[in-house]
Nanobody, 124 residues
Framework: QLQLVESGGGLVQPGGSLRLSCAASGFTFDYYAIGWFRQAPGKEREGVSCISSSGSSTNYADSVKGRFTISRDNAKNTVYLQMNSLKPEDTAVYYC?????????????????WGQGTQVTVSS
């Protein structure tokens, strides 16, 4: 059964850190780039970061550059998002998505598979 399962969300104070995980099953993981997206209440889902199928290439939204780091372990079929220096504006449901490409190009409308999301709340 094809699945993407996010975990690691929670409540954290401003300036804190979280590490999200996206565990994949049911498809050939290393044929797919993986992206992290987020959606805040009343807003559209936006791209946060993307990693190529090999893990050799990454990109980030300007709003998270220097604070978030994406990585993947193809042996474990898992992608991670390390989030540091969190801000209240990072509060959202975070989703991972798989796209059938080797490149670090994660276009939201072309995502093949989505996870169910994990809530991240940054608040004092």
């Amino acid at each position: 059964q094809l699945q993407l399962v996010e975990s690691g969300g929670g409540l954290v104070q401003p300036g804190g850190s979280l590490r999200l995980s996206c565990a994949a099953s049911g498809f050939t993981f290393d044929y797919y780039a993986i992206g992290w997206f987020r959606q805040a209440p009343g807003k559209e889902r936006e791209g946060v970061s993307c990693i190529s199928s090999s893990g050799s290439s990454t990109n980030y939204a300007d709003s998270v550059k220097g604070r978030f780091t994406i990585s993947r372990d193809n042996a474990k079929n898992t992608v991670y998002l390390q989030m540091n220096s969190l801000k209240p504006e990072d509060t959202a449901v975070y989703y991972c998505g798989a796209i059938r490409t080797v490149l670090a190009v994660c276009i939201r409308t072309r995502i093949n598979y989505w996870g169910q999301g994990t809530q991240v709340t940054v608040s004092s």
